[in-house]
């Protein structure tokens, strides 16, 4: 996995094609995220700006559906990490294993190794495991047994957060709180989009 140029990534766009992209992936998200228009916005800045977001809220405001909806919208591959107490960081980087046919070591990437990366529920994993996401946030590459991996491009990550108070949770330390380009809150959907949300998907699942 090696990081791509300039050139193939696709070099710029001009000022109506921008803008005539980023609206059709704000449309697009918006079919599942209602009445979130603000925060959809933000979370493609972020993107453009090759930043992270860190969303923190309550359980089932679709934290969660809008990182997904947004790695499909722009068509890139997407890795979810569940963060939980027994995570190891060599889950989050990857890990050498020993091959007995080569008689090597080869590496195996681990869920970083993606354009988007939902971490979910990220202060739920030990301090320890938070700190795997550290290097990759800042430098856009993963070193394992002394060897370094570089990520592609673009990069994300999209971690959400339950409230600090609530029971086997872990505060995120500053240096990682430092990378994140912005934290936001989903909230609860007005009630305009409740009845909306009930209009499109009362009937069906």
């Not at 993107?47 to 809220?57: P, V």
């Not at 739920?124 to 590459?141: F, I």
Request: proline share 5%.
């Amino acid at each position: 996995m090696t990081q791509q140029t300039w050139d193939e990534v696709g070099g710029l766009l001009p000022h109506d094609e921008f803008r005539a992209a980023s609206e059709a992936i704000v449309a697009n998200i918006e079919q599942v995220i209602e009445g979130k228009t603000a925060t959809v916005r933000l979370a493609l800045a972020v993107l453009l700006a090759e930043g992270h977001l860190l969303i923190e809220d309550v359980p089932g405001v679709g934290k969660t559906k809008l990182a997904k909806a947004l790695a499909r919208s722009i068509d890139c591959s997407v890795r979810r990490i569940q963060f939980t107490p027994d995570l190891l960081p060599s889950d989050v980087t990857g890990v050498s294993v020993y091959n007995q046919e080569t008689h090597d070591f080869e590496f195996r990437p681990g869920a970083v190794f993606a354009n988007l990366v939902v971490g979910d529920e990220i202060n739920r994993a030990s301090p320890k495991t938070q700190s795997a996401l550290l290097e990759c946030m800042e430098e856009r590459q993963v070193t394992v047994d002394g060897v370094t991996y570089q990520l592609q491009t673009p990069f994300m990550v999209i971690a959400t957060q339950n409230p600090i108070e609530m029971e086997g949770t872990y505060p995120l330390p500053e240096a990682q709180r430092d990378r994140f380009t912005a934290r936001i809150a989903m909230g609860y959907p007005d009630a305009g989009a409740e009845l909306a949300m009930l209009d499109g998907h009362g009937a069906t699942d």
